[in-house]
């Protein structure tokens, strides 16, 4: 099968250790053997990316630098960011290729991801980034720095930015060409950089794209026979965090939009996921969307774990 994989936060980043460039690296090198399992079992696998914590740690970097040197714009933090884990998966597949003799090409695409600027979201900012912080630690920044602050899944209070909804994959073309060489793509790291497209050409715009999203766009377009979200759960869960907490092995689209409509799904965690799963289904007509743990993804291409969310 083609596959468009999405990478949650847990896949490219260990909870509770430093957040440094060599833990990084130690934890997308776990990561990158499952990916290779789904790539020995013979799939076209295309790789996306979260970014959350790195583009807000690459943001704070360039404000604390801006007594000396320029900061860099919010867009060019995202292709940075793009750039630094594009790198660390990159460099870790081909070391699992080589130790498994295997000979394929990888590459990671600086992607553009087309929005709306008139998306609601700019409104309204959503989307988590950089380190978590304490209430009062908080409070002192949306006084001293204008940010905007929520608190995030119970874990503490974070940054929160627009996260409008992808359009269109400026490279999409170029994906494609190097899926049909053979080549593992990794694209649309931390969403895509967004851009809109302003006097005819493209301008980057301070947001970042839920990567779900952006991987969804992209399986779509890349008529995908599968879209897999891999994240730190095994699967979907309704009553979460309840005594009638119950796995969900698979649901229908329209039975997914009655455990949104009840409220089962997070608005920072598990919401996105299910309805990037949905979108995809909902465009591609006989097709399937599976959300999974990663340590499972080989068992859930097999059925044997994971949620499987079809029409």
């Known amino acids: 099968m083609r596959i468009v994989v999405a990478l949650g936060?847990?896949?490219?980043?260990?909870?509770?250790?430093?957040?440094?460039?060599?833990?990084?690296?130690?934890?997308?090198?776990?990561?990158?053997?499952?990916?290779?399992?789904?790539?020995?079992?013979?799939?076209?696998?295309?790789?996306?990316?979260g970014n959350g914590p790195q583009v807000g740690r690459i943001v704070i970097q360039n404000e604390l630098a801006d007594v000396t040197t320029p900061a860099?714009?919010?867009?060019?933090?995202?292709?940075?960011?793009?750039?630094m884990i594009g790198y660390h998966i990159q460099q870790a597949i081909e070391t699992e290729f080589h130790q498994r003799g295997m000979k394929k090409d990888v590459a990671a695409i600086v992607t553009q991801?087309?929005?709306?600027?008139?998306?609601?979201?700019?409104?309204?900012?959503t989307k988590p980034i950089g380190p978590f912080y304490t209430q009062e630690e908080a409070n002192k920044l949306s006084v001293e720095k204008g940010y905007v602050m929520k608190e995030d899944a119970g874990r503490g209070y974070r940054r929160v930015v627009a996260s409008p909804k992808p359009v269109?994959?400026?490279?999409?073309?170029?994906?494609?060409?190097?899926?049909e060489q053979g080549v593992i793509p990794i694209a649309?790291?931390?969403?895509?950089?967004?851009?809109?497209?302003?006097?005819?050409?493209?301008?980057?715009v301070a947001a970042v794209i839920d990567k779900d999203f952006a991987a969804q766009t992209l399986a779509t377009a890349l008529h995908a026979d599968m879209l897999v979200i891999l994240?730190?759960?095994?699967?979907?869960?309704?009553?979460?965090?309840?005594?009638?907490?119950?796995?969900?092995?698979?649901?229908?689209?329209?039975?997914?939009k009655m455990y949104i409509e009840a409220g089962h799904f997070p608005a920072g965690s598990m919401l996105p996921?299910?309805?990037?799963?949905?979108?995809?289904?909902?465009?591609?007509?006989?097709?399937?969307?599976?959300?999974?743990?990663?340590?499972?993804?080989?068992?859930?291409?097999?059925?044997?774990?994971g949620t499987i969310v079809h029409e």
């Open 168 to 179: 269109e994959i400026v490279e999409k073309h170029v994906i494609e060409l190097l899926v």
């Open 231 to 256: 994240t730190a759960v095994e699967r979907v869960a309704i009553h979460y965090g309840t005594p009638q907490q119950q796995a969900v092995d698979a649901m229908s689209v329209e039975q997914a």
């Open 273 to 305: 996921k299910v309805e990037a799963a949905i979108q995809f289904v909902q465009e591609n007509p006989g097709k399937t969307a599976l959300i999974a743990a990663l340590e499972q993804a080989d068992l859930a291409l097999k059925g044997e774990s």
């Open 9 to 49: 936060g847990n896949a490219l980043q260990a909870e509770g250790k430093p957040a440094t460039a060599q833990s990084q690296l130690e934890v997308v090198t776990e990561t990158v053997r499952h990916l290779v399992d789904i790539i020995e079992a013979g799939h076209e696998l295309i790789i996306v990316h």
């Open 113 to 125: 991801v087309v929005v709306d600027e008139f998306d609601q979201a700019f409104q309204d900012p």
């Open 188 to 204: 649309c790291g931390g969403g895509g950089v967004p851009v809109v497209m302003e006097n005819g050409h493209y301008k980057g």
């Open 72 to 83: 860099m714009p919010f867009d060019v933090c995202d292709a940075m960011s793009q750039g």
